[in-house]
């Protein structure tokens, strides 16, 4: 595995995204640890990009339950349909939050997060999880976040058949 990451400097979100997409599938190519994986992919987004929290909620037991993340302290457990993150699971599908205040039944696991990101993880068709993402500051994503999100998934989706 990998010890250190490249990150280019003084480039835009799409560039950084890009950037990552071959480093983070060495990882996990090298790697079968679930939890592993899981913690290093965040800490990777969160070092790329400065993010609030990052990190992933699995499904067990009819669930969302807390994985790997950076951040802070976080809600451990997410019922299906609530919050953006149980509403991702729910809907099997990419949901940005521009302002989380505005958004129906939203979860605040930290007063600080602004703006949310939540990208479903499939395997064998369903859901298994969801990469979570917050800042702090309002309107931080946008479309080059959803693209890059989605496809750094993919590149996990790809992967694991062999952690699970």
């Not at 070092?47 to 609030?52: I, P, S």
Request: some cysteine.
């Amino acid at each position: 595995m990998a010890e250190s990451i490249f990150i280019p400097t003084k480039a835009d979100k799409k560039t950084i995204y890009e950037a990552l997409a071959p480093q983070i599938e060495a990882i996990l190519s090298t790697e079968n640890d679930l939890t592993a994986n899981l913690a290093n992919f965040s800490a990777i987004l969160k070092e790329a990009f400065g993010f609030f929290w990052v990190g992933f909620y699995w499904v067990k037991n009819g669930e969302l339950v807390l994985a790997p993340f950076q951040g802070t302290l976080a809600c451990t457990r997410i019922a299906k349909g609530k919050g953006v993150c149980g509403t991702a699971w729910q809907e099997q599908k990419t949901i940005l939050v521009p302002d989380v205040e505005a958004f129906p039944g939203h979860i605040a696991c930290s007063s600080l997060s602004k703006s949310e990101i939540v990208v479903p993880i499939f395997y064998n068709k369903e859901v298994v999880g969801v990469l979570d993402v917050d800042s702090d500051q309002l309107n931080a994503f946008d479309k080059d976040d959803q693209v890059g999100l989605e496809n750094l998934i993919r590149i996990l989706e790809k992967y694991l058949p062999k952690m699970l």
